[in-house]
């Protein structure tokens, strides 16, 4: 089948001077089943081959093309020449029209110039009519060349559309990508630099004082700045590649957070209830940071309190609860941020729920992420 998509450059341009030689070429054979009808002139030679030209025009001006070739058939026609391969121009040109989506145009000038030929055939043209079955032939054959076109068309939309829908999941995708690289450098950043913010603030304090503690501060501060580097470095390698990113953390490494907290002054204790096993890589993340952005939250706010990480693991639910004792004195504010609604964000994600919020003296923050079943 015809596709009016792309065809080879050397197509384009023989086409028309294919389609005007065959009608010139063919006509002869028509005049000899005719013999009624008036002989081709050179006028009606130069209807034949302007027919086939002008369909050189037929993708930048498909409307015009059509126009133009079933005027020649007309003329052609009304001559009284004999016809048949006149018919091959306004073919192609009705096709094409109906396949790159001028489909009311197209039916149009197909009923019209159907009927016109009919019309004249039958009780206008000085010669008789070649008879009912003719215009049948005729009739069925522009109804296949309407049902085809109407394919190519209607294909060709769905692949528009196809194409649109595509391109509109890229950029979903896209979008959700950087979404997701916002927050992974959030929780990077928060953590480690309200780590740093923390132990500086001690630091200035017990430098008089006492030294060594200072020392000790100083030295945490220079830990978390290597470990912020570490993690930027690695998110920006992702985003200069363009490889696929891999998950930065698990629940298998919340020892990597836990410590960091106790030298920030915290007192952490992790406990586990369930059958621990392996979680999606997703919740496996996302557990990770909501737990690194609890004890981010508490050294901000409240530096030096208690704090129970808890990870419970039921049939088809983990719990991650965080908990603090509110003990501590908040530490100089370091601004607004976006750490509990990005928590929110990272569960509603997985189709899981999060609160937050005080829990008697102290603050809360639980997380509910769906797991597969439990096997038995």
């Given amino acids: 089948m015809l596709d009016v998509r792309t065809h080879p450059r050397w197509t384009d341009r023989m086409l028309p001077i294919i389609v005007a030689a065959a009608q010139v070429a063919t006509n002869y054979g028509a005049q000899e089943n005719q013999p009624d009808r008036l002989p081709v002139d050179p006028a009606g030679n130069a209807l034949l ?8 025009w037929r993708r930048s001006r498909p409307v015009l093309t059509l126009a133009l070739t079933l005027a020649t058939m007309v003329v052609f026609v009304m001559r ?61 054959v522009m109804g296949v060349l309407l049902a085809v076109g109407e394919f190519a068309r209607t294909r060709k939309e769905r692949r528009t559309e196809r194409e649109r829908i ?6 979903r995708q896209a979008s959700e990508e950087r979404l997701t690289m916002a927050q992974e450098l959030h929780d990077v950043l928060a953590h480690n630099i309200s780590l740093i913010h923390v ?54 490494q919340l020892d990597q957070l836990t410590e960091p907290a106790g030298r920030n002054g915290l007192d952490v204790t992790r406990r586990v209830t369930g ?42 639910e983990l719990l991650i609860r965080v908990t603090d004792s509110g003990d501590g004195t908040p530490a100089e504010s ?7 609604p990005g928590m929110k964000e990272r ?30």
């Fill in 199 to 252: 132990q500086a603030s001690t630091a200035l304090h017990l430098i008089d004082d006492n030294p060594e503690q200072a020392r000790t501060a100083l030295t945490t501060i220079k830990q978390a700045s290597k470990e912020v580097l570490t993690e930027m470095r690695s998110l920006i390698g992702v985003l200069r590649d363009g490889a696929p990113r891999s998950p930065t953390g698990g629940l298998d």
């Fill in 49 to 56: 081959l302007a027919g086939g030209l002008v369909l050189a």
């Fill in 275 to 316: 059958r621990a096993r392996p979680v999606p890589p997703g919740v496996d993340l996302a557990g990770y940071r909501i737990v690194q952005e609890a004890l981010t939250n508490t050294a901000r706010h409240a530096p030096g309190s208690t704090v129970e990480v808890l990870l419970e693991y039921g049939p088809r």
């Fill in 166 to 171: 595509t391109e509109e999941e890229s950029r």
């Fill in 347 to 376: 569960a509603a994600a997985l189709g899981g729920t999060l609160t937050a919020g005080r829990h008697g003296p102290g603050f809360r923050v639980e997380a509910r992420l769906p797991v597969p079943a439990e096997e038995s």
């Fill in 80 to 140: 009284g020449h004999p016809y048949g391969p006149i018919f091959f121009s306004p073919g192609i040109a009705l096709y094409n029209a109906l396949a790159l989506g001028h489909r009311r145009t197209a039916w149009a000038f197909a009923v019209s110039g159907y009927a016109f030929f009919v019309v004249y055939t039958t009780w206008l043209a000085p010669v008789p009519s070649p008879g009912l079955w003719h215009s049948l032939t005729i009739a069925a």
């Fill in 334 to 340: 370091l601004g607004g941020g976006n750490g509990i």
